[in-house]
């Protein structure tokens, strides 16, 4: 077990993929000579050449328009939208065509795209670097929308998707890139997409998020442990599918249930959740199913005070908790 | 402050006049107490006071007509001590929470912040959650119970951990399957090479329940018949050969002890009929179990309208069903409807025998062992006889001592006046 990065996980996943499968390549902006601007690609222009590591020009819609050709012709495309707020001008592609494909070909054509993209606030990244999409894209049926919050599962989960026969949206909290270490296996530690994993097991309340707020829960949960409140801290992993068993279990475990997220409010993750939970598991529930969420204002402000006052944080999550427990 | 507003006092009314005033500022008011008289165009009538307290202002002089809905009086409410205030205007509050569905739970405070608090404390702690209701059905709490428990949430809502502190401390370990402690003792794991742990075989389970159930529900009484079989023995003797010859199966004292039982069964049919609550089910067919002892233990198939069944065709059918249920043949149909059991642990050589009743059958008979004894007769002289016990357990809910003694007379009776004459097939 070797101790990594968020950014340094995916990397490596790209590496070992692309060492494996000649059918893998990457595509997009800035992704070859510059390495990304995270660098999430640094250093495979080098070892892969120009041929499989493509700086693309700046049309979102063409990266994906290519990607799908490709894949059709039977490559393996990564595709990096270098900010998930820029994916819009793709959105035509991703969800009239990609995700379509194998419906539209009556299972004739698959579309193994992975397409990666950093989200998520938190870095002063104001209105154009800051977007969750995860609901937008969650909403389409023929995509899987995945969001690991560590390491071990960045790079398990980019392997699954880069071996997935369908599109896939892999999205990366770009806060977390750097801001979260932890080991990753050695061996080649596919994580399966649409499992949620219980990150930390607890009886009186269930926390569920992903990403960089399932940090924020675990947190919590540690304080909630030193005021005799034990919490349960499920990470959801897959957006979608998401998995529904999972969400019950934990529900018919405590009965109390907060869902975090930080995209905003309205018919987002978090009400997809609760929905789950009131068709499956009401009889169970020993409270209102709870949710903090970031604010239905139209984007992240750039001001540092309303950044901070837009995004879910430990604080406002525990008092949410404690608010939950105390019901 | 609560202010009491001019009442529609009929269909149609609009408007009504103040009479007289019952109460002045400062005094006390019950609720439901006389508070005005007011008169309308159809009716007179005395309005109570909505609340109790102190009556603070009137604000309609006697003598005036105001539309309904216009305030009159206002009545400041009385507060014991440390107990909620009843709330003036109930409408108000519901606005509220429909707007901030959460506001009560993050103010937490006193039950006496009224307003914004969903009804307070006497309402939260009657509302129950799924969780909470699921396991009162699960671990039958009365609603006396109910009100013994302590709600520790907001508002003094009870949770599911009180419940469950509540259901621990009454003695009953919460399982997922409701089931208690007392009913299912742990089994003390046995040591290593010096026990060993069979597992239970579903027919091992089946008679288990079974068993436990009627010695648990059916007051079993027990009483013994002695019978001299030495005319069955002779004549079966001398008839085996030509039986066997004719029906191609042996003649053996099973399906003669069962046409004794069917014949006094007829003649006591209420031991052929079952408990309910409601009455004695008397049955119409006579089903006759006979137990057969299996490989893992024991199964009692039935000989279905055995009352209309010659002594050949009893042997038949029991041949029949013993041999199916020994090669794991029967059916359904051939181990249901029994209405009385023969049970014939004789064939082991024991003499008495108190067997169990198979729900919801009345009765169960056990043939023991005919054995050789000297025997007093009628003449007093001593003889050896084939002596043989008929030990029944009956149901002492459905039929008393009399008619099982009855009924053991007539199916000795019947078997000690067995003769050639008693038609075989």
Excluded at chain 2, 33 to 52: F, M, Q, R, S
Aim: proline fraction near 6%; charged fraction near 25%.
């Amino acid at each position: 077990m070797a101790t990594r990065t968020v950014i340094e996980a995916i990397r490596e996943a790209m590496d070992e993929e692309m060492a494996r499968d000649p059918s893998v390549f990457l595509i997009g902006e800035d992704v070859g000579q510059r390495g990304g601007v995270f660098l999430a690609s640094d250093g495979l222009f080098k070892k892969y050449g120009e041929y499989r590591v493509i700086d693309s020009p700046l049309a979102e819609s063409l990266i994906v328009g290519v990607a799908i050709g490709a894949a059709v012709n039977g490559m393996r495309p990564i595709v990096e939208i270098q900010f998930a707020d820029f994916i819009a001008p793709a959105f035509n592609q991703i969800v009239e065509e990609a995700a379509r494909f194998c419906y539209r070909s009556a299972g004739d054509f698959n579309l193994p795209i992975v397409i990666r993209t950093p989200y998520g606030g938190g870095v002063h990244g104001a209105l154009y670097h800051s977007q969750s999409i995860e609901a937008t894209y969650g909403h389409i049926p023929g995509l899987k929308v995945v969001a690991p919050s560590n390491p071990a599962d960045a790079k398990g989960l980019l392997k699954a998707a880069i071996r997935d026969p369908d599109p896939v949206l892999y999205l990366e909290h770009k806060r977390s890139y750097r801001l979260i270490r932890g080991e990753v296996p050695g061996n080649d530690g596919v994580v399966p997409i649409g499992k949620a994993e219980v990150k930390r097991e607890g009886t009186h309340l269930s926390l569920i998020a992903y990403g960089l707020m399932l940090h924020y829960c675990l947190e919590v949960a540690e304080k909630l442990a030193t005021e005799g409140v034990s919490a349960e801290v499920l990470d959801l992993r897959t957006i979608k599918p998401m998995d529904e068993a999972a969400v019950i279990a934990t529900t018919k475990k405590t009965g109390k249930v907060l869902v975090v997220h930080e995209d905003n409010r309205f018919a987002g993750i978090a009400a997809e959740v609760m929905a789950v939970i009131m068709e499956n598991a009401f009889d169970s529930l020993d409270a209102p199913v709870m949710r903090l969420t970031g604010p239905d204002v139209p984007a992240m402000p750039f001001n540092h005070v309303l950044e901070e006052a837009f995004l879910p944080n430990p604080e406002r999550i525990l008092a949410k908790a404690k608010e939950l427990a105390a019901y | 402050m609560a202010s009491v507003k001019m009442p529609q006092l009929g269909e149609s009314i609009t408007e009504g006049t103040i009479a007289k005033w019952l109460k002045q500022p400062g005094d006390t008011v019950k609720k439901y107490e006389g508070l005005v008289e007011v008169i309308t165009d159809k009716v007179n009538a005395e309005v109570p006071a909505p609340l109790a307290g102190v009556l603070k202002e009137i604000k309609v002089k006697e003598g005036t007509t105001v539309t309904v809905g216009t305030e009159i009086a206002v009545i400041e409410e009385s507060v014991p001590a440390g107990q909620t205030p009843s709330p003036a205007v109930p409408t108000r509050r519901r606005e509220d929470e429909g707007t901030r569905p959460l506001a009560r739970a993050s103010q937490v405070p006193s039950p006496a912040s009224g307003e914004g608090q969903g009804g307070g404390a006497a309402e939260a702690s009657t509302r129950l959650s799924p969780a909470v209701r699921a396991l009162i059905e699960e671990h039958r709490i009365t609603d006396a119970d109910l009100a013994r428990i302590q709600g520790s949430g907001i508002g003094g809502r009870i949770s599911k951990k009180d419940v469950e502190e509540f259901v621990a401390r009454r003695g009953q370990p919460v399982t997922a399957n409701g089931e208690q402690a007392h009913e299912t003792p742990t089994l003390t794991l046995p040591q290593r090479g010096k026990e060993e742990l069979v597992p239970l075989s579903p027919m091992r389970k089946s008679i288990a329940n079974n068993m436990l159930k009627s010695k648990q529900t059916i007051p079993h009484a027990w009483t013994v018949a002695e019978v001299d079989m030495s005319n069955v023995v002779r004549f079966r003797q001398q008839a085996r050969d030509g039986f066997r010859q004719r029906e191609g199966v042996d003649l053996t004292f099973v399906p003669i002890i069962v046409k004794a039982v069917v014949e006094g069964l007829k003649a006591v049919p209420v031991l052929n009929a079952s408990w309910s609550e409601n009455g004695v089910v008397m049955h119409k067919d006579i089903n006759v179990g006979v137990a057969v002892s299996v490989d893992d233990g024991l199964i009692v198939p039935v000989v279905h309208q055995a009352d209309r069944l010659s002594i050949a065709g009893l042997a038949k059918a029991i041949d029949d069903l013993a041999r199916r249920a020994r090669g794991n043949k029967l059916t359904i149909p051939d181990v249901q409807g029994a209405t009385f059991t023969v049970n014939n642990p004789g064939t082991f050589g024991t003499i008495l025998s108190y067997s169990i009743i198979a729900p919801p059958q009345a009765g169960i008979l056990a043939m023991d062992a005919i054995v050789k004894r000297p025997v007093v007769t009628d003449g007093d002289a001593i003889a050896i006889r084939s002596m043989m016990n008929l030990c029944l357990s009956f149901d002492h809910r459905i039929l008393d001592g009399v008619s099982a003694a009855r009924f053991l007379q007539g199916v000795r009776h019947w078997l000690e006046g067995f003769s050639e004459q008693v038609p075989l097939y």
